[in-house]
């Protein structure tokens, strides 16, 4: 369970987040549904221990995730809103890379990627160079480094932007198929997509 309680972020005189408070259980998808410069994409930083709140705390299963620190990030997927990844690494060699960084053992990696790959629909081309690839293509391997590790907690922050219909209805299906053994917390400005899983 997550639980956050009166969460709040301020840059200068810009309120980001004010006095946020709510709780989410395994088995549930909260999406958070929001104009751009809503806030979104500082609650789900907090959320995923990038970013300090000003005030307010995030515990996971009754600890606090700053205090847990590793223990909380190593349940943890995020796909933050501007992914980045190495160009010159295919698809799979990206997957395995992370894999190593996020200190998975090499053949559960090697298992996990294949299976995500075509979960994702980039199964054929995993062998192609990532600077090769569309912005839905980059967004869907972002989508697979966060599930990486069978994270307990997911967090996305507008996981569908650059998704054509087709992708994100795939997205859409497979989110729900994850869903019942975990925490799925999900940002978006498209209203379809929230109404359809969370």
């Not at 549904?33 to 995030?58: E, F, H, W, Y």
């Not at 090769?132 to 996981?159: C, F, H």
Request: proline share 4%; charged share 25%.
């Amino acid at each position: 369970m997550i639980e956050v309680s009166h969460l709040t972020k301020q840059y200068g005189n810009h309120l980001a987040v004010d006095d946020v408070s709510f709780t989410v259980a395994d088995g549930q998808i909260c999406g958070l549904l929001g104009p751009n410069g809503a806030g979104k994409t500082t609650l789900m930083r907090m959320l995923s221990a990038v970013l300090r709140p000003d005030s307010g705390r995030i515990w996971y299963n009754h600890g606090d995730i700053h205090e847990l620190n590793e223990a909380y990030r190593s349940r943890l997927g995020y796909l933050p809103q501007h992914f980045g990844c190495y160009p010159g690494f295919t698809g799979r060699r990206f997957l395995h890379y992370l894999g190593a960084l996020k200190g998975l053992e090499r053949d559960h990696v090697k298992e996990r990627t294949e299976w995500l790959l075509q979960e994702v629909g980039l199964a054929q081309e995993a062998d192609r160079k990532v600077s090769t690839y569309s912005g839905g293509m980059k967004q869907r391997l972002g989508i697979a480094q966060a599930l990486l590790n069978d994270p307990r907690v997911l967090i996305l922050d507008e996981p569908t932007a650059g998704l054509d219909p087709r992708e994100r209805v795939r997205f859409r299906n497979l989110i729900s198929a994850l869903a019942d053994r975990r925490i799925i917390l999900l940002s978006t400005h498209i209203v379809s997509d929230v109404e359809y899983i969370a």
